[in-house]
Structures are given as structure tokens and as C-alpha cells.
């Protein structure tokens, strides 16, 4: 089953992400790589990069590649005190 990507997104749609610090807004910046000469279509060694998104609070990078846990709280509380 494919996505439809042109699909309309509305707010609803859209589900919070935070980091572990509770923090909800990140920075973009770009991790690179480099793929082998031979490995590369262009028979050249070559560089790519990787968007990854920095949390602006503790620097903690998202991994967006990674599956997301569906938190089943709404709204998680990362203090807990007793
Ligand atoms: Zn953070």
C-alpha cells in the first residue's frame, strides 16, 4: 500500500513531535555521507547529505528515519514526581 503523498494534510493529521526533553521545536541541519566510488552511480566517490532535526533546546538530534512510537498518552509528562 502506497501513501498518497498529494493527499490534503489537515492539522488533524498532524501529530506533535517533542523530544525527550519536552521541547518542541528543532533546527534542521544536515548530516553527511559518503558513498564508495564503486558503490556510486557515478563511478566516483561522492558525498550525500541527510537531513536531521536538532532538538533547539538540548541539541538532541530526531532520528526521523527511526519508526515512531505512537505515544498513548496526549500529552506526556516527562517529570514525574512523586
Ligand atoms: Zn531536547
Known sequence: ???NMNMNITKDD?????C????DIF???????RVNSFK??????????MPVYVCASCGE????TKE???PEKE???PIITK
Open 68 to 70: 515512531q512510537k505512537t
Open 1 to 3: 500500500m502506497t501513501p
Open 27 to 33: 533546527s534542521l541541519l544536515y548530516k553527511l555521507g
Open 14 to 18: 498532524v501529530a506533535a513531535v517533542a
Open 40 to 49: 556510486s552511480p557515478t563511478g566516483k566517490e561522492t558525498y550525500i547529505h
Open 61 to 64: 538530534v530526531m532520528d526521523t
Open 75 to 77: 500529552t506526556p509528562s
Open 20 to 23: 525527550n526533553c519536552g521541547c
